[in-house]
């Protein structure tokens, strides 16, 4: 059992900052990977980055590459998404999942077990 709480979404202009924070707790110790997803109004959550814990190898999607870093706190139980060049389509809720299972399909929502509650992120233009 994997709680997660994000914390850090607002409202910034375009070409601003943000940066999401996770804190988790629990059985955390168990844990393979954590990533970021969100989800647009009326669109399908969808991937944004994640991070495995054992090596921490990242990736991210296409559309966020060279804007968004992912990264572990020390010791790891808190989860950071840092997020530069904002743009208008970035709105959306952002996710914090974790996954216990040993995967090579982290980038897909399907593989994690334990959800946040959202924070959400608001980027005008």
């Known amino acids: 059992q994997v709680q997660l709480v994000e914390s850090g979404g607002g409202l910034v202009q375009a070409g601003g900052s943000l940066r999401l924070s996770c804190a988790a707790s629990g059985r955390t110790f168990s844990t393979y990977a954590m990533g970021w997803f969100r989800q647009a109004p009326g669109k399908e959550r969808e991937f944004v980055a994640t991070?495995?814990?054992?090596?921490?190898?990242?990736y991210y999607a296409d559309s966020v590459k060279g804007r968004f870093t992912i990264s572990s706190g020390n010791p790891k139980n808190r989860l950071y998404l840092q997020m530069n060049g904002l743009k208008p389509e970035d709105t959306a809720v952002y996710y914090c999942?974790?996954?216990?299972?040993?995967?090579?399909?982290?980038?897909?929502?399907?593989?994690?077990?334990?959800w946040g509650q959202g924070t959400q992120v608001t980027v005008s233009s």
């Open positions: 999942a974790a996954t216990q299972k040993i995967t090579r399909t982290v980038t897909s929502q399907w593989e994690y077990d334990y």
């Open positions: 991070i495995t814990w054992s090596n921490g190898n990242t």
